[in-house]
C-alpha cells in the first residue's frame, strides 16, 4: 500500500501527518487555548497558539489521585483551557479513563473529582460482575494475562468495570484536552529493531515513531497486507487501563503476583462462572488444601522457563488440574484452564493481532511486519511518561508540563526522554540535575534549549512540599499499596495539589515564555 494513500475505513495508514479529526479538534481546541491566555495578558495570533501538553507519568492509585488533584488545582487557576494534549501511562490512564467517561469534564471538575473519590472509597465491584467480566474475556480470540489483571487487579484500584470504548465518547469532549494514552510493544522492547512507542487516541491507534496507524475502532481486529480481514470487537475502557498498567508483563514479578494475588481469585470466579457457587477471594485463599494446591502449582510455573515451552505448558496444565479440583472438574472449564495455563507459562501479556501483518512498506520496520500477533504492555517499563508519543514532530509541542509520580528516582524520566531523543535526533533540551538533589528533589524544574521544547518537570514527593525526607513518602506510598484509604487518598491528593498551588506564577511565567518565543 502506498504512504501517500488516503486512508479509508478498514486500512492500514502509512504516514506521519496526524489524524485528520485530530487535527480538526486540535484546530478548535486552540482557540479556546487562546482565550485562556488572554485572560492572564499573553497575547499571540491564533496561528502562533502555543501547543502544551500535559503529560502524566507512571505509579499506580498514587498516579491517579495526584494527577487528578493536580488537574483540579490548575482547573482553580484558569490554566487548564491552556492545555491541549493530556497524555498519560500506567496509573495516570486511570485517572483518564476516569475523567473521559464524563463529557466535557473539565468544565465540571470539582464534581466530577467528588464523584471519582466516591467511587474509590466505595464497595468496589462485586464477584458476581468480575465473573460475568472475565467470562466475556474469555470468548475472545486471543485472551491474554491483562484480561485478567483487568478483572482481577485493576477493578479492586477503580471500582468498577468501564465497558464503553474511546469512539463510544470520542464525540463527548468538544471542551477538553485531547487524550492520548501510551503503550509500548513487548518485542520491540527487547530489540534494537522496531519502533517499540505505541499510542491510542479516540480517532487512532499506532506506532508514534514509524507513522503506522489504524481507526481505533478497528485496533485489536485482524489485517492481512494492510486491509482489515476480520473485525473484531474494539477493547473496553477497562481492558485499556489494564494494558496501560501491565507493570508486571516483563519480568519475574509476573509470578509473585499470580501467587500472592490471582490463582485463589481466578479459581474462585470459575467456580462463580460455572457452578454459581458462592466463594469469596478470602474464603478461598484460607483453605489448607488451596494453600498446599497453590504451592505445588507454581513450583512447577517458577522453575527456569528453559525447557520445551510445550511440554512446560502440559507440566501447568496438569499442575492447574490438581489445583482445581481434578480432571472432571478442570474438564469442565478445560477451554478456560488451557488458556489461562499457556498466557502463564508463556508470559502472554497484551496479546493483540498485528495490524501490519504481512504488509510490504519499506517506511516500516521489517520486525513489525512479520508476527501475527503483537503484546502490548505498560510503557512505564521503557520510559515512565508518554514522551515519545507527544513528541511526533506533527503534533509540534512547545511546552510540556510533566508531572512525575514514579517510584525511585524522580529524574529517570527525564533522563531517559532526553537519552532516547538523543539517540533518534528527536529535539529535546539538556538535562542537568544537581547530584545533591536526587533522593531530596525541588517542585519544580525546567529544562530548556534552542529549537527544542521547553520541559518542566515536578516530582510528586519533594523537599518543598514532603519535608526532609520525601524517600520516606515514596516508601509509604509504593506503587503496590493500595487500594488506598480514604485518608491516604486524601493525603496524597494534598501533596500534590501543593505542587501546582505553590507554583502558578513559575508555570505562568513559562507559558508567556513559550509564547512570545513563538
Not at 490548575?74 to 479513563?97: E, F, N, P, Q, R
Not at 468501564?162 to 469512539?167: F, G, K, R, S
Request: negative net charge.
Amino acid at each position: 500500500m502506498s504512504a501517500s494513500k488516503l486512508q479509508e475505513s478498514g486500512e492500514v495508514r502509512l504516514g506521519h501527518s496526524l489524524n485528520k479529526k485530530e487535527e480538526e479538534f486540535v484546530a478548535r481546541r486552540k482557540y479556546t487555548v487562546l482565550q485562556c491566555l488572554q485572560k492572564f495578558n499573553i497575547h499571540c495570533s491564533q496561528d502562533k497558539v502555543p501547543n502544551i501538553a500535559l503529560l502524566g507519568s507512571g505509579g499506580g492509585q498514587r498516579a491517579m489521585v495526584a494527577l487528578l488533584e493536580c488537574l483540579v488545582q490548575i482547573d482553580k487557576a484558569g490554566l487548564l483551557d491552556c492545555i491541549l494534549y493530556l497524555s498519560g501511562v500506567s496509573g495516570s490512564t486511570w485517572c483518564m479513563a476516569s475523567l473521559y467517561k464524563e463529557p466535557n469534564w473539565s468544565t465540571k471538575l470539582e464534581c466530577v473529582k467528588d464523584n471519582i473519590i466516591k467511587r474509590l472509597g466505595g464497595p468496589g465491584v462485586s464477584w458476581d460482575d468480575k465473573s460475568a467480566k472475565l467470562k466475556k474475556y474469555y470468548t475472545k480470540d486471543l485472551f491474554s494475562l491483562t484480561d485478567l489483571w483487568a478483572v482481577l487487579f485493576v477493578t479492586s484500584y477503580v471500582k468498577e468495570i468501564d465497558e464503553q470504548t474511546l469512539t463510544d465518547l470520542q464525540d463527548q469532549h468538544s471542551e477538553d484536552p485531547y487524550p492520548i494514552y501510551a503503550v509500548i510493544d513487548k518485542q520491540c522492547k527487547r530489540r534494537e529493531e522496531g519502533d517499540p512507542w505505541f499510542e491510542i487516541s479516540p480517532h487512532e491507534a499506532g506506532y508514534s515513531l514509524t507513522g503506522a496507524f489504524v481507526d481505533t475502532c478497528d485496533f485489536g481486529s485482524q489485517f492481512e497486507n494492510g486491509l482489515k480481514k476480520k473485525k473484531q470487537d474494539e477493547m473496553d475502557m477497562l481492558y485499556l487501563q489494564a494494558m496501560c498498567s501491565s507493570a508486571l508483563a516483563d519480568g519475574e514479578a509476573t509470578w509473585k503476583w499470580i501467587k500472592a494475588i490471582s490463582v485463589p481469585e481466578i479459581k474462585s470466579v470459575f467456580d462463580k462462572m460455572d457452578h454459581g457457587k458462592d466463594h469469596t477471594g478470602e474464603n478461598a485463599s484460607k483453605t489448607t488444601q488451596e494453600s498446599v494446591g497453590e504451592d505445588e502449582c507454581f513450583q512447577e510455573l517458577l522453575n527456569p522457563v528453559n525447557a520445551d515451552p510445550s511440554a512446560l505448558e502440559q507440566s501447568s496444565k496438569t499442575k492447574l488440574t490438581d489445583f482445581f479440583g481434578g480432571q472432571r472438574q478442570f474438564s469442565q472449564t478445560a477451554d478456560k484452564h488451557k488458556k489461562t495455563a499457556r498466557c502463564i507459562t508463556q508470559r502472554i501479556w497484551g496479546r493483540n493481532y498485528n495490524f501490519l501483518h504481512n504488509m510490504t512498506d519499506e517506511s516500516v520496520p521489517a520486525a513489525l511486519l512479520q508476527k501475527e500477533t503483537r503484546d502490548l504492555i505498560d510503557a512505564g517499563l521503557l520510559i515512565n511518561s508518554p514522551y515519545m508519543s507527544m513528541l511526533r514532530k506533527e503534533r509540534n509541542i512547545d511546552l510540556f508540563i510533566a508531572l512525575d509520580f514514579s517510584d525511585g528516582d524522580p529524574f529517570t524520566t527525564v533522563r531517559e526522554a532526553a537519552k532516547t531523543c538523543k539517540k533518534l535526533n528527536i529535539p529535546f533540551p539538556e538535562v542537568n540535575i544537581p547530584s545533591d538533589e536526587g533522593k531530596k528533589p525541588k517542585d519544580f524544574y525546567v529544562f530548556k534549549g534552542q529549537n527544542v521544547p521547553t520541559v518542566i518537570h515536578m516530582p510528586l514527593f519533594n523537599v518543598v512540599n514532603c519535608g526532609d525526607k520525601p524517600g520516606d513518602w515514596r516508601k509509604k506510598y509504593g506503587i503496590l499499596k493500595g487500594p488506598y484509604t480514604d485518608e491516604m487518598i486524601t493525603e496524597v491528593m494534598g501533596v500534590a495539589g501543593k505542587n501546582i498551588s505553590n507554583n502558578i506564577e513559575k508555570l505562568l511565567e513559562q507559558i508567556r515564555a513559550v509564547a512570545e518565543a513563538k
